[in-house]
């Protein structure tokens, strides 16, 4: 009798074990930074992760069967907190450089963008880039907005942590412009009315980063991209999201 009952807990328990196994490969960890409304942000009373690309990476999850798990972290934490193990992958308007292929590998792109410049809304001095020439310039550290403007010749670069605060320095009259992400220019500007922006300055592709070599989580991604791109999810969730 003994002997039964020691065999059912074994048996028990190499059950719990491997459900516990299927369970834990079947969570997938996303790293964003939640400061880039309509992307990624946090609703202010809940708490909630919202946006873009947090409905898009759910949408992703559901399709290759894996449950999706938000970690919020500093964007220029972003991919030191991937190659840590931190997280599995990164969903956070994250552009496709060359300078980033060297240290991840990125999913298809799933997203056309572009930086433009933001003024106030009264300043008619500055249309293009080369209006920037000498002039002062906010961005998010580490993105392609930096990379824009530290091309200018002579521009001083402002950088912020938080893409919200390097908007926020145009309006406190910190800075002549600041370069950053068209869609997140053109939610930001509708909310706060005394500040502009131009036409597109660069093209862009947004990509999920993922560790290098981990070519079967990349095609998970990749055949979940595709599966909710042919659903029409992928047109429901930007027509939630974005204008036009
Ligand atoms: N697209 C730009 C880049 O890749 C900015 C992305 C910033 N993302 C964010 N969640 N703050 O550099």
């Known amino acids: 009798m003994k002997k039964l009952w020691f065999g059912l807990l074994c048996v028990s328990l190499i059950l719990t074990l491997g459900a516990n196994a299927v369970m834990a490969q079947q969570v997938l960890k996303v790293g964003t930074s939640a400061d880039f409304p309509p992307f990624e942000f946090q609703d202010e009373k809940t708490g909630e992760y919202l946006g873009f690309d947090i409905d898009l990476i759910n949408a992703i999850g559901e399709a290759a069967g894996m449950e999706v798990d938000i970690v919020n972290a500093a964007w ?3 991919i030191p907190g991937l190659l840590t193990g931190n997280f599995d992958c990164i ?3 994250m552009t496709i450089t060359e300078e980033r292929l060297k240290a ?3 999913s298809d792109p799933y997203f056309s963008a572009s930086q433009v410049i933001v003024t106030k809304i009264d300043d008619t001095s500055i249309n ?3 209006d920037l020439v000498g002039k002062q310039v906010s961005v998010q550290i580490g993105t392609t907005g930096d990379l824009t403007a530290s091309e200018i010749e002579g521009a001083i670069v402002k950088r912020f942590n938080l893409a ?3 908007i926020q320095e145009v309006r406190n009259g910190g800075v002549a412009a600041c370069i950053i992400d068209l869609a997140v220019a053109e939610e930001i500007s509708q909310q706060y009315k005394d500040i502009k922006y131009g036409e597109p300055i660069t093209t862009e592709e947004y990509g999920i ?6 070519a079967q989580l990349l095609e998970k991604i990749n055949e979940g991209i595709a599966k909710v791109k042919a659903s029409g999810e992928y047109d429901e969730i930007y027509a939630k999201w974005l204008k036009d």
Request: aromatic fraction near 4%.
């Open 209 to 214: 980063a993922i560790r290098k070599g981990n």
């Open 91 to 93: 969903i956070s308007a």
């Open 164 to 166: 919200p605060d390097a």
């Open 76 to 78: 220029d934490g972003l």
């Open 128 to 130: 293009t880039i080369d």
């Open 104 to 106: 991840v590998d990125f």
